[in-house]
């Protein structure tokens, strides 16, 4: 099963996707992650993609599918969870050249809440483990004991941009795979047990 995870940023796709990839056994991809590695690691992709990220922006394409199509080659092109790709019809065009997408689970959080649950966001810098502030006790994670970070692109002046840059170029990714048939849409209101039930629904 190969299944892209839509969403807006603080729609919670990287919490869910942790749950999905340990039930359901799938690779989980995620562009931001691996953008953060390279940034950690200063190499050349990192160093780029760093000028992007700080402003809310998407790294250009070409950079994106270069290190997405490493990232499935490595998966076996099978059984992949994709979080934060595609973020534009070009890239989910570009993808749809390289494998087949089973299903589109689009989480769906009314965009009021959605700046309260990025900038209170803390991730972990070892696990990439993710949790409110509200939930934490202290700044350890509670998966790994590494430190919870808030990360530079969950500051409230870069997710207006964050945010902006979804409604023009991610959103309308609902009606291209809506119209072929595989989108599936969550209701993501609740808390990450229910949208993680909601998801069971679907995927069985
Ligand atoms: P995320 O962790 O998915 O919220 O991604 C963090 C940032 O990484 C985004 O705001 C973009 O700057 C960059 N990024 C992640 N995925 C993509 C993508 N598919 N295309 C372009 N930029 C991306």
Redesign the pocket.
């Known amino acids: 099963m190969n299944i892209v995870l839509l969403g807006a940023?603080g729609a919670g796709?990287?919490t869910q996707a942790l749950r999905m990839e340990e039930r359901y056994k799938l690779k989980h991809i995620?562009?931001?992650?691996i953008?953060?590695q390279h940034m950690r690691r200063q190499t050349e992709v990192g160093n780029l993609?760093r000028s992007?990220?700080k402003k809310?922006?998407?790294?250009?394409?070409d950079v994106?599918l270069k290190i997405?199509s490493i990232a499935l080659e490595e998966a076996g092109n099978k059984d992949f969870l994709l979080?934060?790709?595609?973020?534009?019809t070009r890239?989910a065009e570009m993808l749809d050249e390289l494998v087949k997408i089973d299903k589109v689970i689009n989480i769906d959080v009314d965009k009021a809440v959605l700046t309260d649950r990025i900038c209170g966001r803390r991730s972990c810098v070892e696990c990439g483990y993710t949790a409110h502030i509200s939930a934490l006790n202290g700044s350890a994670c509670p998966k790994c004991g590494c430190e919870m970070v808030q990360?530079m692109?969950d500051r409230e002046d870069t997710v207006r941009d964050?945010l902006r840059?979804y409604e023009e170029q991610t959103a309308p990714l609902i009606e291209y795979y809506g119209a072929k048939g595989i989108l599936v849409n969550v209701d993501g209101m609740g808390s990450p047990e229910e949208v993680f039930a909601e998801i069971g629904k679907v995927l069985g």
């Open positions: 940023p796709k990287g995620s562009t931001g992650d953008f953060r993609a992007y990220i809310g922006q998407l790294v250009p394409d994106t997405v979080d934060g790709f595609p973020r534009n890239q990360r692109d964050r840059v």
